[in-house]
Each structure stands twice: as structure tokens, then as C-alpha cells.
């Protein structure tokens, strides 16, 4: 089956330690995506990236890294620059690139720091 | 700055009846607009698209789009509890060039059986 993988699923952080999240999909999209949301609130775009070896910063990219080395994955490092990294983290991709509509979403990483 | 404007809710409708969410949007220029659905820890699915004015229909659920008043809707006919979650409007540019998606912040809604 198809579909978008993020892992781990729950993760527990120390405040001033990196975590990366693992994001695959082998749906054969182009386009990736990072959001972040909080409790109550829409998604927030954080990174995104149309090609392999490309990317762009979102709306909130302070204190997040990124890559695109393969077309299937795009993991999120959380940085220890991230003031407040708490939050429920979804990678998405889309199978048209240029257009951001039609988002697959994988089940998200729920990220705690303690 | 875009911005998407929705009610936080909770909307409350009983079994059988109609769910009617609606979504503002500050850019006059957007093009594109879809509807998510999120279930409670879950991620969001996309349930409707809408490009041009008027009405689109998928089995219960109704979209509407007036870019005039730059308001999007969207029904659900024959309410059931399953359909209790809650909804994300999301807006994009859309047309030539990069855009990329902007969420409201949801609406709850709860069908009670």
C-alpha cells in the first residue's frame, strides 16, 4: 500500500538536544512538506521541498533544519534553537508539483520536551 | 499576511441533520480552497476541493465558494456521529507560480446520536 511513514510516533525530548523525525513515502510525490500544529490551532507550515536537493523555508522554519537527498524522504531535525518544539509534527506530499492543494498526509510525530 | 478565519466551535447537530461550516479568507487573490477533516490525534485527510464559484457536491458533503465575498462553506447532509471531528478550511494562491496551503484553525463539530 501506499502511503507516507513518520516515525517515531511519540518521542520524549531534553530541552537542548537535537531530534530528527523520519518522514517516507513511496507514493512517488514530488513535493514534500513539514507542519507543525498546536492544540487548538491550524497547521503551520515549517519547511517544504518540490524537488529532490531543494527546499524552502514555511512560515515558521526558525529552529528546524531540513533535507532532500532521495525523491521518497524528507526528514525534520528540531533543534535545540527550537524555543518552544512541543507540538504535533505532520509530513505530507503532494503528487502535483507547483500546486500545494492536495495534501496525503502521514500520522504524525508527537513531540514532547521535558 | 493570509489569513483563514473559522469559527472554533464546538458546532453541535443532531443525527440527520445538516452541518453547515464556514470559512473566510483574507486574500482576494487565492484560487484554490479545500477542506480537511481531522479526527481527534489524528492527521487531516482531504475530503473537498473548489476552484470556481458556485457549488460542488460529493455524496453528503456540499462545498461552496463566493470569492466575491471571499467566503467558503462547506455542508454535510444526513449528519452522522462518525462525522464528528473537526474541519480545516485551507487556502492557496494558487494560478501560475509556487503557493503553498494556509490553515484556519478548525471547527469542532460534534453529531450527537
Known amino acids: 500500500d501506499g502511503g507516507i511513514t513518520q516515525s517515531p510516533k511519540y518521542l520524549f525530548r531534553k530541552e537542548g538536544q537535537n531530534v530528527t523525525l523520519s518522514c517516507e513515502q513511496n507514493l512517488n510525490h514530488d513535493a514534500m512538506y513539514w507542519y507543525r500544529q498546536d492544540p487548538g490551532q491550524g497547521l503551520r507550515l515549517i519547511y517544504y521541498s518540490q524537488i529532490v536537493n531543494d527546499f524552502q523555508k514555511g512560515d515558521i522554519a526558525e529552529g528546524y533544519s531540513v533535507s532532500r537527498e532521495k525523491k521518497e524522504s524528507f526528514p525534520l531535525t528540531v533543534t535545540s534553537a527550537q524555543k518552544n518544539p512541543t507540538a504535533f509534527y505532520l509530513c505530507?506530499?503532494?503528487?502535483?508539483?507547483?500546486?500545494?492543494?492536495?495534501?496525503?498526509f502521514g500520522e504524525g510525530s508527537r513531540l514532547t520536551v521535558l | 499576511q493570509k489569513e483563514v478565519e473559522q469559527n472554533s466551535g464546538p458546532l453541535s447537530v443532531p443525527e440527520g441533520a445538516i452541518a453547515s461550516l464556514n470559512c473566510t479568507y483574507s486574500?482576494?487573490?487565492?484560487?484554490?480552497f479545500f477542506w480537511y477533516r481531522q479526527y481527534s490525534g489524528k492527521s487531516p485527510e482531504l475530503i473537498m476541493s473548489?476552484?470556481?464559484?458556485g457549488d460542488k457536491e460529493d455524496g453528503r458533503f456540499t462545498a461552496q465558494l463566493n470569492k466575491a465575498s471571499q467566503y467558503v462553506s462547506l455542508l454535510i447532509r444526513d449528519s452522522q456521529p462518525s462525522d464528528s471531528a473537526t474541519y480545516l478550511c485551507?487556502?492557496?494562491?494558487?494560478?501560475?507560480?509556487?503557493?503553498?496551503?494556509?490553515f484556519g484553525k478548525g471547527t469542532m463539530l460534534l453529531v450527537s446520536p
Open positions: 473548489i476552484y470556481s464559484n
Open positions: 486574500d482576494r487573490g487565492s484560487q484554490s
Open positions: 505530507a506530499s503532494s503528487s502535483r508539483q507547483g500546486f500545494a492543494g492536495e495534501l496525503f
Open positions: 485551507a487556502v492557496s494562491l494558487g494560478g501560475s507560480g509556487y503557493s503553498t496551503l494556509t
